[in-house]
């Protein structure tokens, strides 16, 4: 027994040492292809960290200082120079073209769909929220929420209703998941759809009792009750 184990542990370093050869003869076979993959590799990363560094991160600085007088108006409700800017200051519009890599220049689209959706101009308000991507849920609930508001603006009542109902789901809080919730349940019953907008108003009295919008949503229950 003795013996066979010690003829297997010579056959396994014989395995091992032939694995190793075969290694080592394909590392020299295409030793000039590995050097370059790795070369590429190590300049690809060099190059990613290096954009990074001097260039996005500065860019990035650079555009949150030039949005300040945007946001600034925004605040003031003074929506066309917010998304135009003045003869001293950039507008969220020129954030987006001078700054389009950064996170700020992505955050004032949301900025500018929502000053378009103010001034009326809905098509704008639209076409600039539908290119905010973000990761802040709450954020991004307001822009899918306001994109709604432009659609329904335009009686395009289905995609406004879907762009409500994707707003009150994507952030479930007190504040906003109960007035995307009214906002669908009334735009269903402008499209008919009674079942519906009596779930829409249901969820509310349930998961939303201390809302605002879950003081008088008995009243719409019972509307769309008595006319089913």
Request: hydrophobic residues 40%; negative net charge.
């Amino acid at each position: 027994m003795s013996k066979d184990n010690k003829g297997q542990d010579h056959s396994g370093f014989e395995t091992v040492e032939e694995a190793l050869s075969r290694t080592e003869l394909y590392i020299e076979q295409n030793r000039k292809s590995l050097t370059i993959i790795i070369v590429a590799i190590a300049a690809v990363v060099g190059i990613y960290f290096a954009y990074r560094n001097f260039y996005l991160e500065p860019k990035e600085d650079e555009a949150q200082a030039s949005m300040f007088m945007a946001e600034f108006y925004f605040e003031q409700d003074s929506f066309l120079l917010a998304v135009e800017g003045d003869d001293n200051n950039l507008g969220f519009i020129d954030i987006i073209d001078e700054y389009g890599v950064t996170k700020t220049a992505n955050l004032a689209n949301c900025y500018a769909g929502l000053c378009y959706l103010r001034l009326g101009q809905f098509e704008n308000a639209i076409e600039y929220l539908e290119q905010f991507d973000g990761k802040d849920r709450m954020v991004s609930a307001i822009a899918l929420g306001a994109t709604g508001d432009a659609y329904v603006e335009l009686n395009d009542y289905k995609k406004g209703v879907s762009y409500y109902e994707k707003a009150a789901n994507l952030y479930n809080n007190l504040v906003l998941s109960p007035i995307y919730l009214k906002k669908a349940g009334i735009v269903y019953e402008e499209l008919g759809d009674l079942k519906k907008a009596l779930v829409a108003y249901k969820k509310i009295k349930k998961e939303y009792p201390n809302s605002e919008e879950a003081r008088e949503i008995d009243k719409y229950i019972s509307a769309v009750e008595v006319r089913q």
